[in-house]
């Protein structure tokens, strides 16, 4: 089992050395102690291995992840998951903004809060955070589904395209062009699908939240528009 | 970039070790500013008497100044020399000749603070050097401020190095760019403020003077910059008694602090934070966009 302190081992060595592994690796539990707010902590990995940080992350931890499952026992700083593409990382503590920004696929499990813009530009991520995200969270989100067990701040998905928000506290604002829309039972299921990837079976009822998304007026150009852009 | 730093002391006895905890704060963020570096810290003083913090050009002792000044304010004072620094503690009558002296010498001594407790230091260098060149480490207090600077709108000189200082006891460090500050920069100069360099943040700290000299709170100055100021910017403010943050209303600008019982700490990043004692019970969180902390000793 590797393991590396970060009080010994730079970043960058502990990063290579992830990003050698081959697709068959046995060595597939990391363990990374003393992160102590350093950046770009287990950037790029491509290997389907579980990572365990234990302590405070920096920016971007777990950026552009691929297969892994990266847990962060505490905070996480700006961008944690930023463009994942697949695999999960799970924040146990609260994430700071633009958690999951651009992402395109896998699962961002936030235990604690998310500051502003969470899930800015989501291309496909599914995002569940159990506490309150801040404003402009889904800032044009292209897809996926952002679930926040608690409230949301202001300005809420704002230009937002084909991702799905399912809120279940209050919503302080919506932002241009998104709107309420009726849960179809196609969405039911999605949503009951991500909290049971989180591993929320039963805690969190589907009927509890409501369902949030593009009133697609602002796709294209259009005049009448003007004062909305 | 730039990063910031910022502590206030909740717990009396940790004010031997303020100096200490806020240099290596500092030195963390010298990714973030690796041009300059400042410090302004709330030490021990006396509501008779002002401390005028100097800088002294370089090529001159600053030792030599102790008899000159002497003889210009008619009486030995106490003058403390740290780098390129002096202090001199002064009593609120000797205060105008000691300013008279500093206008006869302007070539080659400039105003950095003015203040009971206040003093600010700030140099060109990176940001381990500038704290270990004015033994910040020694510095005992019940809060500071520290500030490392990557200059992106103006020179890298000392002049333009963070805390900046526009009334006494106060300061302001600030992590972004204003859009407006010329403008306001003229209202305030109608108003009588003296502002000595080009610096969209002198203008933040000229502003929050002049509405505290208006009577109004530290909170509430702030409060009013939010429909005043344009721009992004994160603010940590110092004043004799008080602490205090701001965000823009995006919050453009990153933040993070940390309270426990023994302190309030403000970091740009969690790096700064994690070198405080007892980091892991301190509770941890993100100043909200817009909103305004603020902490006051009684």
Request: charged share 20%; net charge negative; with cysteine.
């Amino acid at each position: 089992m590797p393991t590396h302190d970060l009080n010994v081992t730079p970043v960058r060595a502990v990063n290579e050395a992830l990003h050698g592994l081959p697709p068959d690796t046995n060595e597939t539990f990391w363990q990374i102690d003393n992160p102590q707010g350093k950046h770009a902590i287990g950037v790029g990995i491509d290997a389907p291995v579980d990572v365990e940080i234990n302590g405070h992350v920096g920016y971007y931890c777990g950026g552009m992840n691929k297969l892994a499952s990266i847990r962060i026992h505490g905070n996480a700083g700006t961008g944690v998951a930023e463009n994942m593409m697949s695999g999960t990382v799970h924040v146990m503590g609260d994430a700071s903004q633009s958690a999951g920004a651009t992402g395109c696929g896998g699962l961002l499990i936030i235990d604690g809060d998310a500051a502003a813009r969470c899930g800015i530009s989501m291309k496909g991520i599914d995002i569940l955070v159990k506490g309150s995200i801040g404003a402009m969270s889904a800032f044009m989100a292209q897809a996926g589904s952002l679930v926040v067990l608690g409230d949301a701040g202001a300005a809420l998905g704002d230009s937002i395209y084909e991702a799905t928000i399912f809120v279940r506290g209050n919503v302080q604002s919506l932002g241009t062009d998104c709107i309420e829309k009726p849960m179809t039972p196609v969405d039911r299921e999605r949503l009951a699908g991500v909290l049971h990837r989180a591993g929320l079976n039963g805690e969190a009822k589907v009927d509890d939240f409501r369902m949030y998304g593009s009133a697609r007026q602002l796709y294209h150009f259009h005049v009448d528009n003007i004062a909305s852009y | 970039m730039c990063g910031i730093v910022g502590l206030f002391l909740k717990n009396k006895d940790r004010q031997p070790e303020l100096g200490q905890m806020l240099s290596r704060m500092l030195v963390t963020m010298s990714a973030r500013g690796p041009d300059s570096a400042g410090i302004a810290v709330y030490g021990a003083g006396d509501d008779d008497k002002v401390k005028l913090t100097l800088r002294v050009a370089d090529g001159i002792d600053p030792e030599s100044l102790k008899s000159e000044i002497a003889t210009a304010l008619g009486a030995p004072i106490a003058v403390r020399v740290r780098s390129s620094h002096i202090v001199l503690t002064v009593t609120r009558l000797q205060e105008a000749s000691a300013l008279d002296w500093l206008r006869r010498r302007k070539a080659d001594v400039q105003f950095v603070s003015a203040g009971a407790n206040m003093e600010i230091y700030k140099e060109v260098g990176l940001p381990e050097h500038v704290a270990r060149e004015f033994g910040v480490a020694d510095m005992h207090g019940t809060h500071g401020i520290g500030h490392t600077r990557m200059a992106t709108e103006s020179a890298v000189t000392t002049e333009g190095a963070h805390p900046f200082s526009t009334g006494k006891d106060q300061c302001l460090v600030h992590n972004g760019s204003l859009s407006n500050h010329n403008a306001v920069r003229r209202t305030l100069q109608r108003e009588g403020l003296a502002f000595s360099t080009q610096n969209d943040s002198e203008v933040a700290a000229g502003y929050l003077t002049w509405r505290m000299s208006q009577g109004a709170s530290l909170r509430d100055s702030l409060s009013s910059s939010l429909n005043d100021l344009d721009g992004f910017f994160t603010f940590v403010v110092g004043t004799r008694n008080g602490f205090a943050v701001l965000r823009d209303p995006i919050a453009c600008k990153p933040a993070i602090m940390a309270e426990s019982d023994d302190y309030v700490a403000f970091g740009s990043e969690y790096r700064a934070l994690s070198v405080l004692p007892n980091i892991e019970r301190a509770r941890v969180f993100e100043p909200e966009p817009a909103t305004v902390y603020a902490w006051e000793h009684s």
